[in-house]
């Protein structure tokens, strides 16, 4: 685990990252501030409506989501990334 704080939110590795300050809720609220359209509804993990899917990096979460959540895929709206990631929105 890396102590930086700011970490690089890669949407397309090919273009420049996004920035997610250490006193960001969630990965969410950093894609929002950018003005990156995500699909969401809850912000708690119930609803698995910000599903993304993590290609690399390192990720945790706030709180434990109760939406099912498959190998590979993360909640943008209760997670934090504790590396640099690479994400593909879906």
């Known amino acids: 685990m890396t102590d930086r ?8 590795p090919e273009k420049e990252p996004l920035l997610h300050a250490a006193h960001s809720p969630s990965l969410l609220a950093t894609l929002e501030a950018n003005q990156v ?10 609803c698995g409506a910000c ?7 390192k990720i945790a979460y706030n709180q434990e989501p109760l939406a099912f959540v498959r190998d590979g895929e993360i ?15 879906v």
């Open 75 to 89: 909640l943008l709206c209760c997670s934090q990334p504790v590396t640099d990631v690479i994400i593909k929105l």
């Open 51 to 57: 599903r993304a899917k993590l290609c690399r990096g």
């Open 5 to 12: 704080p700011v970490k690089k939110i890669f949407l397309d």
């Open 37 to 46: 359209e995500v699909a969401y509804q809850c912000r708690e993990g119930f």
